[in-house]
């Protein structure tokens, strides 16, 4: 029973270059998130999917897409990368809209220069 | 959103109670405080959430006040790997906004 499994944990991009950052649940949960977070301090919402076929923008949507594959997974796609977005991105899912909880992933360091 | 404050830092000894407070004044009657963790550069780990009731579970427990406005989180016996930066957060629909926390260190 893996949780929450978050693909690569590490990346470096050159700026302009795109990858698809990949998390996958085994937890039957609805819910799932995309959060940055930079050195120092909380974490950011980037996008969300409260449940499968729907997602939503957070509060720093900007340079991101998502899709939400199927009930297990929910991948993060930035098109043309930039330094702005160096940072640690964590994926997190829940049952049903928050109330039981979040549980995160170990998160990917992703380096842009 | 309901905004959370927090203490940025505290201190507490190993084997005594540690005590984050965090106020939350423009809270809604329906929204839940949660609490969670983040050991290093770890994913955060939830520790507890409560609505207006006290609650405690096996990791901590969790004292809201009457008027809802301010809560604190108790470690009840803090050990060197409760050493974490901590954060109070006041859930809006299916969304966590997390604030910068209160790095909590643990000392022997």
């Known amino acids: 029973n893996a949780g929450v499994t978050q693909t690569p944990k590490f990346q470096v991009l050159k700026t302009g270059q795109s990858m698809t950052l990949q998390c996958a649940q085994d937890m039957n949960h609805n819910s799932m998130y995309w959060y940055r977070q930079d050195p120092g301090m909380g974490l950011r919402l980037i996008y969300y999917?409260?449940?499968?076929?729907?997602?939503d923008k957070g509060e720093v949507p900007n340079g991101y897409n998502v899709s939400r594959l199927n009930k297990r997974e929910f991948s993060l796609r930035l098109e043309s990368a930039a330094p702005s977005q160096t940072s640690v991105y964590f994926c997190?899912?829940?049952?049903?809209?928050?109330?039981?909880?979040?549980?995160f992933g170990s998160g990917t360091r992703l380096t842009v220069v | 959103d309901a905004k959370t404050t927090q203490p940025t830092s505290m201190d507490c000894a190993e084997g005594r109670a540690a005590n984050l407070p965090c106020n939350h004044s423009t809270i809604s009657g329906n929204e839940y405080v949660y609490w969670y963790r983040q050991i290093h550069s770890q994913g955060p780990q939830y520790i507890i959430h409560?609505?207006?009731n006290n609650e405690t579970n096996e990791m901590a427990s969790l004292i809201i006040t009457e008027d809802r406005k301010s809560s604190t989180l108790i470690l009840p016996h803090a050990t060197l790997r409760d050493t974490a930066v901590y954060y109070c957060?006041?859930?809006?629909?299916?969304?966590?906004?997390f604030g910068e926390g209160t790095q909590l260190t643990v000392n022997p």
């Open positions: 997190a899912t829940t049952l049903d809209r928050g109330y039981y909880g979040y549980t």
């Open positions: 957060i006041v859930r809006v629909g299916s969304r966590l906004t």
């Open positions: 999917s409260a449940s499968e076929g729907t997602t």
């Open positions: 409560g609505l207006k």
